[in-house]
Structure formats: C-alpha cells, structure tokens
C-alpha cells in the first residue's frame, strides 16, 4: 500500500528566508510524486511533479523538489519565501497506471513579515 | 480550456437528507476522480472513472454513496441519508490516461456541511 507522511504539521519562516517541506513516502515500485499547493477554500495547484530521469525537478513559483529514492524522501524547496506563498501544502504519490494518488495531511506554511 | 468545475461550490444541508454533487472535467480528459478532505487531512481517494467505467472504490465509499459518470462526461456524487460525519469538501479531478505525465488537475471542491 502506498501512503505519504509530512512530519511538519506547521511552519513558519520569514519573508525572504529559505524553505524545505518534508516528505517521505511508502511504495513498492518506482513512484509518481507531486506536490501541490492549496489556499484556503480553493482546490489543489500542480506545484511540480516526479516520474523518472533528473532526481531535481523545477516546478512553478520558484519551487523545487528533489528525488532521493534510499531516503524515500521528496522534499521541496525555495530560495526565498514570499508572503504570497503562506498556504498548506501538499506532497502525494501516485501509482504508474494512473490511478488514484494518496496525499499526504499536508503542511501549513505561515510567514513572517 | 475552462478547468474541472464543481457544481455546487458550498451545500448545507440537513442530516438525513439526500445530496448529489456534479463535476464537469477537463473536455478531453477520459479519467475522473472523487475525494474528499476533512479539516486538517489531506485528500482521501473516494474512486476513480475511465471513460463511463467505474475502476475503483475505496472502502471509504459506504453504500450511502453513489458516483457515476455517464457517457463518460461529467459525473455526479450522491450521498443518502446524511451524516454529520461527512461534512467535508468533495475534490473532483480529471487527467488524461495516456498522457505522459498523469497530471491530476483539481476543481474548486464542494463544501458539504450537514447540521
């Protein structure tokens, strides 16, 4: 069975300071990895996605998320945080015929001014 | 390319009352899924179309609970007799089984409150 942990429930960094959001996941083959963004009472954005070849995937919004397959980990990062960016998010894996993906309970950024 | 859209957006109702949710995908997309997200959880799988073929279904899905998804356009969720435990927002979302990314693209969500 596949599933997904997030061992942050909450963070808070300052605006401008680097962020990374861990990710560990569970799956028996090589997995489909995403992460996705949700503002409140909105539905969930594609941030960037994993399937195969560069372990380091660039996604939308300055993000990037790295593969390592002996950690089961797919942490994402950002240089530098904006406040636009204080959301929950998402990491979820998803099985290679396509079908349903299992999320993560997410993590709730908050930041500083 | 207008999105997955989710009709209605906020529903209250009473418990023991029926209600049906309607998800319109992405117009080429040929598979479509249902979840459901409680405060503080991530997305629970509910089940997944192909075309007009119902492929799977989470234990989640009690027998108060029927999707379908004819001529494999849009699809609807019902749930019958209510409960107050399935206040929650139901997440539609569609891809394309053949594509080669497997991109799931999310709706807005239903918000489900049952008083």
């Known amino acids: 069975a596949q599933s997904v942990t997030q061992p942050d429930i909450h963070i808070t960094v300052s605006e401008g300071a680097s962020l990374e959001l861990r990710c560990n996941y569970s799956?028996?083959?090589?997995?489909?990895l995403f992460w996705y963004v949700q503002s409140p009472g909105q539905g969930l954005q594609l941030l960037l996605k994993?399937?195969?070849?560069?372990?380091l995937v660039q996604g939308i919004k300055g993000f990037e998320a790295e593969f390592k397959r002996s950690q089961s980990s797919f942490n994402l990062r950002k240089p530098s945080v904006h406040w636009s960016d204080a959301a929950e998010y998402f990491c979820?894996?998803?099985?290679?015929?396509?079908?349903?993906?299992?999320f993560g309970d997410g993590t709730t950024l908050t930041v500083k001014p | 390319d207008t999105g997955v859209s989710q009709d209605p957006r906020h529903k209250i109702t009473k418990r023991g009352q029926n209600v049906t949710f309607r998800c319109d995908p992405i117009s080429e997309h040929n598979r479509l899924y249902w979840y459901r997200q409680t405060l503080g959880q991530g997305p629970e799988f509910l089940t997944y179309f192909q075309n007009e073929a119902q492929l799977e279904k989470s234990r989640l899905l009690s027998d108060r609970f029927s999707a379908e998804r004819p001529k494999g356009s849009f699809s609807t969720l019902e749930i019958q007799r209510t409960e107050q435990g399935d206040s929650a927002m139901y997440l539609c979302?569609?891809?394309?089984?053949?594509?080669?990314?497997?991109?799931?693209?999310f709706g807005p969500g239903t918000r489900l409150t049952v008083t």
């Open positions: 994993y399937f195969s070849g560069d372990t």
């Open positions: 979302a569609s891809s394309f089984q053949g594509s080669a990314t497997y991109e799931q693209y």
């Open positions: 979820a894996v998803g099985a290679t015929n396509a079908g349903k993906s299992t």
């Open positions: 799956y028996g083959a090589t997995p489909y």
